[in-house]
Each structure stands twice: as C-alpha cells, then as structure tokens.
C-alpha cells in the first residue's frame, strides 16, 4: 500500500483492512505493507503508532521516487523480507474499500496467478459522483488500452488494485526496467508483462468509491504517460506483426525464384512445386524463429524438429484454406477473376492465419484465454 501524505486516511484503513478484514480471511497468512514516500504530513508516524497494536503491520519509508518506483520497493520488500507468496496493489484513501480484498484471495487461493479488482464488470463500479465526462474518460480511456494491447477480453487495465503471485509470474518480471517508474503508468507495463507470465487470470469485481479526504495524485500527466505505455506496448506487438510479414514476403520470393530455377532445370512438375515450396516453408520457420518470434526462439535439435513437422501442419493449413475458398470464388466468380482472388485469401485468410497459429500454437507467444470473470457482487 503505497502512501503520499495520507496521515488522515492510513489510520482508518489500517483498523478496517488489518483490524476487521484481515480476521476473516481465516486460510491465508495476511500482511499489510505501508509504502511511504516519506510523507511530510506524518502518515508514517501513524502507522508506526498502529504498529504497537497489529503485528502483521510492516513500514518501509523511502525517498519519494513516483508510484511505480515506491511500488517496485514494495514488491522487493514484500518478496525478500516477508517471504510473501503473492503481493497486492492497493491504495490507501479508502477507494479500494477493504471488503474487496478477501475475494481477490479466495480468487488466488482457488488457483488464479494475476486476479484484477475490476470496475469494469458486473459488480464493479466506479464512482456515482463522478461527472459524466470523468466516467467517460476513465471507460474510454480503458477501452483504447484494451485495444491497443490487444487484450479485449480484460477489462479494466488500469486499476490500482491486483494481485499477483510470486513464483511464476512477479518473479519472472525485471522489475528494474519496468516503463515509467516514477508514474502510475508504470500499472499498464506491469499488467502486461503479468498477463504474459500468468497461467491464470482472473476478474473479480471492485466498487471504486470516492475519495473523501485529502486529494488524488493522478492528473493529465499520468494520464498521458499511460496512454504512452500502452501505444508503445502495442506497437512492439505490431513490430512483430511487420517481421511476419516481411518473412512471408521473403518465403515468397524464395518460393518462385525456385520455381523458376526448379522449371529451368525441367524438374517434373510436382517435384519443382514441391521443392519450391516446401523451401519457402525452411525459410520462414528459420527467420521466424531467429528474428519475428526471437524472444520466444526455439531451440535445441529435438523441439526444432517437432516444431519443423507442426509448422509443416499449419502450413498444409493454409493450403486447404486456398483450395477451399479458391474452388469457392471459382464458383462464384468465375475462373477470370483468379488473380483477383488470390491476394484477397492470402491477406484477409491466410495470413491471419498463418499470424494466429504460430502465436497460439508453434511460438506460443499469445494467451489469448483473457480471463475468467467472476461476477457474484461481494455481500
Ligand atoms: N509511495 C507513494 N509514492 N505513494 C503514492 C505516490 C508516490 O509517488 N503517489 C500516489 N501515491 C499513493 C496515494 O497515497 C494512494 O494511496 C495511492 O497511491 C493512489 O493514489 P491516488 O492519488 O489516490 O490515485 P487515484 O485515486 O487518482 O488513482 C487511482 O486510479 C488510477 C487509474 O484508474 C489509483 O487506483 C491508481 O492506482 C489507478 O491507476
Ligand atoms: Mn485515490
């Protein structure tokens, strides 16, 4: 729980979250972690005051470095010190109200790796009193975010409130290197990289309520920083998206200037088509491999060559998506309009999904399960 001048909220918080709720989640070991960029209004000498009373209350007062950096520091703390099995985000001004938390631990217990206390589902909200342009805004805002990253199926990318397991997931994120650290922008980052590492993730709903006292942190600034994330998160997946393409470009250039070398030579007709091809196919698996799916390379003779005999499948896929609806345009059509038809099934069929299978299946780059909502509002 990372704190900046909440002197007048932390005391409240900590009796409600440590005091009433912590006692109800009976089956998990519950730590509060006050994070505080050393306040200058004295919210650290409140916790340490309550410190007396609650055991399971820890402090750590640090340099003010901007929500992600203080964030990183917790995580660090939360994983070496405390020996913590997953760690949660959440804010101290009482908008996370402390009744939210149990569920997102049963959510974990019941084998979630990344559960997200969203606004943006059946039994999550945001604030009432909000003016219509700040709802709008905040659902826009995250719309875009889901888009951009491609993660249509989450649904609130931006909350403040998550959990995230330890092992496999926190612990395979470079924590240093994460985007924006002195901003709280630094969440969509994070979110992205847990996504990626999760086996698991889960929705659980969150009432967002009003802040009463003191004042938000978060302005224009953060919002364009974390606008900023997400575009260039989104970007590097595009990045791939144009390797792929140019690989193919290239498999088909290899595949008709050996054609044409293949028909010079007077090979039979099915070897030259065969061969030709079957060259195109080497290509873009070694350079998809090596260059457009890098981070998720291949190796070791094995893997190489089961995956070899896979891509092979999926491109006999791609063949049987040509026969079939190059007979159905032939049908439709008519045979004049071949190659007016050929571009139109490579781009719109064939390269989708040739795109969808290395990703879900050869490189297995996406996981694309989004994740499991769980709607019962919390009592
Ligand atoms: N340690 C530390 N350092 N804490 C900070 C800092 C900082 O630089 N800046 C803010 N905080 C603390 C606040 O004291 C509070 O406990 C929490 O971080 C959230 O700050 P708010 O200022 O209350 O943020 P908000 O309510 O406007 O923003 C909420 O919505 C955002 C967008 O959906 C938060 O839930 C954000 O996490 C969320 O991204
Ligand atoms: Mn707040």
Not at 15 to 37: P, Q, R, S, Y
Not at 185 to 214: C, G, H, I, W
Not at 293 to 298: D, H, L
Not at 303 to 330: E, P, R
């Amino acid at each position: 729980m990372p704190t900046f001048n909440e002197a007048e909220n932390i005391g409240p918080m900590i009796e409600e979250l440590v005091g009433k709720e912590f006692a109800k989640i009976t089956n998990a070991d519950m730590h509060l972690l006050v994070v505080d960029a050393n306040s200058p209004d004295g919210t650290a000498k409140v916790v340490q005051e309550k410190q007396r009373k609650f055991k399971r209350l820890h402090l750590l007062v640090k340099k003010k470095a901007g929500l992600g950096a203080d964030y990183i520091a917790g995580f660090k703390y939360a994983m070496s010190k405390l020996k913590a099995d997953a760690v949660m985000e959440m804010d101290a001004d009482g908008q996370h109200p402390p009744r939210f938390v149990k569920p997102m631990v049963e959510a974990y217990l019941n084998g979630a790796d990344y559960v997200i206390g969203s606004r943006y589902i059946t039994g999550g909200s945001i604030p009432k009193e909000w003016a219509f342009f700040r709802k709008f805004v905040s659902f826009t805002g995250n719309l875009f975010i889901r888009l951009v990253l491609l993660k249509p199926r989450l649904h609130d990318l931006t909350t403040g409130f998550r959990l995230t397991k330890v092992k496999g997931v926190l612990d395979q994120i470079d924590l240093d290197s994460i985007m924006e650290p002195k901003r709280f922008a630094y969440k969509v980052d994070l979110l992205y990289q847990s996504v990626k590492n999760a086996k698991n993730v889960k929705e659980v709903p969150l009432e967002f309520v009003p802040r009463t006292k003191e004042k938000s942190k978060f302005d224009t600034r953060e919002m364009i920083s974390t606008f900023k994330v997400a575009i260039i998160l989104g970007i590097k997946d595009k990045a791939k998206f144009l390797k792929f393409a140019t690989v193919g470009f290239i498999g088909y250039l290899v595949n008709a200037s050996t054609l044409l070398l293949f028909t010079k030579r007077q090979f039979p007709g099915p070897l030259a088509w065969g061969f030709s091809t079957e060259l195109a196919i080497i290509n873009n698996f070694i350079f998809n491999n090596i260059w457009t799916f890098k981070s998720e390379k291949i190796t070791g003779l094995q893997k190489l060559m089961y995956k070899f005999l896979q891509f092979n499948m999926t491109s006999a896929g791609a063949l049987v998506i040509q026969i079939v609806f190059g007979s159905l345009s032939d049908i439709l059509f008519g045979v004049a309009y071949r190659q007016l038809a050929l571009p139109f099934i490579i781009l719109f069929l064939v390269l989708p999904y040739n795109y969808f299978m290395y990703n879900m299946v050869i490189w297995k780059s996406w996981k694309l399960r989004g994740a499991k909502k769980i709607n019962n509002p919390i009592p």
